[in-house]
């Protein structure tokens, strides 16, 4: 909002339409007393990311919320149904259905529901180090591309609800940091609509067969064949995008899943290993593993240990 566009007195709005403050019929609704624990703020991981207050409105009818000085931290807002309006930052937002939006800390603003359709509002207050690695600053409206959006946020957040119904300690502090951060992934990068296009969506398409094909032999005949595109614009495209080319990125993704059978059945045999994994010869499937993994299967199904992260490096 702008001094040109000052905001109306809340006061007489509330008296004018018969908007109320906060408290709706089977809502949640928790303040979290982290700035209180004052010992909890000087913890390396609370301080990456902590939440402040969170909760759910359900058709939440003459729903009003004015800060004329801003918050403190941040503030998302998801509309779960119905929908309402969010004005920040000189811009006024209609909040629809499956659409959420970040108001930055410090943003005078007001929001409020729509009376035809009021909305039902999952909402977080948060802060933290980790705030500066999302958009939160560009007070963007989000569109969720997935139906199932609504149900991993509904998922997340009750995760939090539960916890803050236990006990107010360091652990389950950190736990809800975490998992804040992880409604903001969600938000910000599952939400938006992805059109990849070009040699993206192509190799994505690729990708997708060799998983599907895992257990067969694939040869760059067959990857020509199943997209329509030449042997050499594949080697173009992979080593790009993935810097390796395909018959190597999908003999990686053979031994990831060796890799997951052995730790999943220590007494199998490498030779039916490499049978499930297409190689009629488990000296060759040994000689890969070898080179993928950086141990043999034998040494592998007998210690487990593996350098570094298990996989060298890309050549």
Known sequence: MTAEKPVQDEEKIIAST?????????????????????????????????????????????????????????????????????????QTLTLEENEA???PARAAHRYYALDDAPWSLLWMHFKGEDCALFPVEKGEKIIFASHYAQNRLFLLFSM???????????????????????????????????EFSGPERQVTELVRYMNDHIREVVTMDDLAACSGLSESYINRIFKKSTGM?????????????ARGIF????????????????YTDPYYFSRVFRKV???????????????????????
Request: net charge neutral; charged share 25%.
């Open 18 to 90: 018969g908007w109320k403050r906060d408290g709706f019929k089977d809502e949640e609704m928790f303040v979290l007393p982290t700035e209180s624990f004052r010992p909890y703020l000087k913890d390396p991981v609370v301080q990456r990311m902590y939440v402040t207050d969170i909760g759910y409105f359900p058709n939440a009818r003459h729903h009003y919320r004015e800060r004329r000085e801003g918050a403190d931290g941040n503030i998302l807002l998801y509309c779960t149904a119905g929908h309402g309006v969010v004005e920040f930052s000189g």
């Open 293 to 315: 993994v950086g141990v043999s299967p034998s040494a592998y199904l007998q210690s487990g240990n593996i350098p570094g992260n298990g996989l060298k490096d890309n050549e």
């Open 245 to 257: 080319p395909p018959m190597r990125f999908f003999q990686d993704l053979k031994m990831r899943m």
């Open 160 to 194: 939090v609800f539960r916890t803050l119904h236990t006990d107010y300690d360091l652990g389950n502090f950190r736990y809800i940091g975490r998992v804040a951060e992880s409604i903001l992934s969600e938000v910000y990068d599952r939400s938006k609509p992805v």
């Open 101 to 103: 939006v970040v108001i």
């Open 263 to 278: 730790d999943n059945n220590r007494d199998i045999r490498v030779y039916d290993v490499a049978l499930q994994m297409g």
